[in-house]
């Protein structure tokens, strides 16, 4: 199953590091954040160390609705690394948020050839992980909107 | 700038798997070939341009080969910026020989990543706790997974089959069937194409390069003044760009365009020709989808045409932009793109296995870390 990939492969969990540190902790608590500029107020995502429009270093976050659509995806059917192998087929999917950016995860809960470009979807939250520092972690991950 | 330089010799090894041979062996074996390639000798070459290999990026490999080399120059550099690197190579050794830096440049990648370490893609050359590294997690491990998303959205939004994508991969495979070099030369029919699996959809195991090869290829470049001495005919240097988009699939347009749309234009207005005076391309073919959308970011079709162009079969011998006349990456080998450099300075020879006659413009791509970045190098018979 496609919840269970950081636990197929050794060290393919994010690891988290000073500029990640804020949207990290916002999955422990559900939260899916999205990076702002205090100076200018773009949105980015990922997160990163500076504004990727104006370069200033005052950022903050907002906290997104959690919803949005397929951008695009595809449907991975061979694992490149084999530790993937239990894990196909699954769907690795751009996200569209509703408050703009982009961010890369997977879709669950609907079969690999139900997604189509456009589909609403939600986020949820994978199960806890630590990274190699023992940071712990939750996956945000996306599943369609029902109805 | 343009036409001052040219590419006056080119060194490549045997491709493929090649057990025994270390990647330093077939790098220097490559300089070697070039040097005699271009009628030169070793002490005519006053620069070292490399490109690390994958599989051991090391940070002082232009050092490390020059003293295997036993070379003492007035110029050296290393750069890696993905596959955009060979075409970038060449247009820093042209600059650094146009500016008076040094006098014979020559510009080198070579790797046994098929037989030695595998290549290395992922955390270790990405960095830690960055994107894209941190998608692993998602389950993004390959340059096919990296890929198929541009894919998907680039067909969704024209239109574009998967008979299309095909269409490049037979028409590099008909090239591959005459070049004794290639790796895959078996024919290759739209039938066996939509029967081959999926890696990632919508892109199979035949849409993508060849996973990896050993091999080298050095490239000489030197003044055009020079090279109309020496033993080859030269291909000159008319025009070159490198540009970048270094959002990435953070960026909308990055599914459909490459910063190739840009460095193109560059290398464009630095030659004075256009489009209508390519008469050969060698694409930078990591992926069949990638080989659509440069020929539209190149102006060669319009948005969403170049699907329906390959399927006409405008990329083999005879239509209207004969492409990846060696096999390129899909079926030659993964040379990161120097192999697919190495074939344009043969189309301007007149030596390629599937020449176009008289080839006088020939059009060369690079593209590096999935979209990020892009080169592109017009290569001509004649001077500017």
């Not at chain 2, 990543?113 to 990405?126: D, I, N, V």
Request: with cysteine; glycine share 10%; charged share 20%.
């Amino acid at each position: 199953m496609p919840h269970t990939l950081t636990e197929l492969v050794a060290g393919a969990s994010p690891i988290v590091v000073e500029e990640t540190r804020g949207y990290w902790e916002g999955t422990l608590a559900e939260e899916l954040r999205v990076q702002t500029c205090d100076a200018c107020g773009n949105r980015q995502m990922p997160w990163g160390p500076c504004c990727t429009r104006c370069l200033a270093q005052n950022l903050s976050y907002v906290k997104a609705s959690g919803r949005g659509s397929v951008f695009s995806f595809t449907v991975v059917r061979q694992a490149i690394h084999p530790s993937f192998s239990q894990a196909v087929p699954y769907v690795v999917a751009d996200i569209e948020l509703e408050e703009g950016p982009i961010i890369t995860s997977n879709v669950t809960d609907c079969p690999v050839e139900e997604v189509r470009i456009g589909m609403p979807v939600e986020a949820w939250f994978d199960n806890e992980v630590e990274d190699a520092f023992h940071t712990k972690l939750r996956l945000p991950k996306f599943r369609p909107i029902k109805g | 700038m343009s036409g001052k330089t040219a590419i006056a010799g080119v060194g490549a090894t045997a491709f493929g798997k090649l057990p025994g041979r270390s990647a330093w062996s077939l790098q220097t074996e490559a300089v070697r070939l070039a040097i005699e390639d271009a009628g030169l000798a070793k002490s005519d070459v006053d620069a070292l341009l490399t490109a690390p290999p994958l599989a051991e990026p090391l940070l002082l490999h232009a050092e490390l080969l020059g003293g295997k080399l036993g070379l003492r120059t007035n110029y050296l550099s290393q750069k890696f910026i993905g596959g955009a690197t060979a075409v970038a190579l060449v247009a820093e050794a042209a600059m650094a020989v146009e500016a008076g830096l040094c006098e014979v440049a020559v510009c080198l990648y070579g790797e046994n990543a098929k037989t030695g370490m595998p290549m290395l893609f992922g955390r270790a050359q990405m960095g830690r706790g960055q994107a894209p590294s941190d998608d692993i997690a998602y389950g993004l491990a390959g340059g096919p997974i990296m890929e198929a998303r541009a894919a998907k959205r680039y067909m969704n939004e024209y239109g574009v089959t998967e008979e299309m994508l095909g269409s490049v991969a037979v028409s590099f495979r008909d090239h591959a069937s005459r070049n004794p070099a290639a790796t895959y030369r078996q024919p290759l029919t739209i039938e066996q194409y939509l029967e081959n699996r999926y890696v990632s959809e919508p892109l199979r195991v035949l849409d993508c390069t060849i996973g990896a090869s050993d091999g080298a290829v050095a490239i000489v470049v030197t003044s055009s003044d020079r090279a109309r001495d020496l033993a080859k005919p030269p291909a000159f240097v008319a025009g070159f760009g490198v540009a970048a988009n270094l959002q990435g699939l953070s960026d909308p347009e990055s599914y459909i365009s490459y910063p190739g749309a840009r460095s193109s234009q560059t290398a464009y207005r630095m030659a004075g020709l256009e489009p209508e005076d390519v008469d050969v391309a060698q694409f930078y073919d990591c992926f069949t989808s990638t080989v659509l959308i440069t020929i539209e970011d190149y102006g060669f079709c319009k948005r969403g045409d170049a699907g329906p162009f390959a399927l006409e079969g405008n990329l083999g011998l005879g239509g209207a932009l004969p492409s990846n006349t060696s096999g390129g990456m899909l079926s030659e080998a993964n040379l990161v793109g120097w192999n697919v450099l190495a074939e344009g300075v043969r189309q301007i020879r007149g030596s390629s296995t599937s020449q176009v006659p008289d080839a006088e413009v020939c059009i060369v791509a690079g593209q590096g870390g999935f979209h990020a970045a892009h080169s592109t190098l017009l290569l001509t018979r004649g001077a500017a």
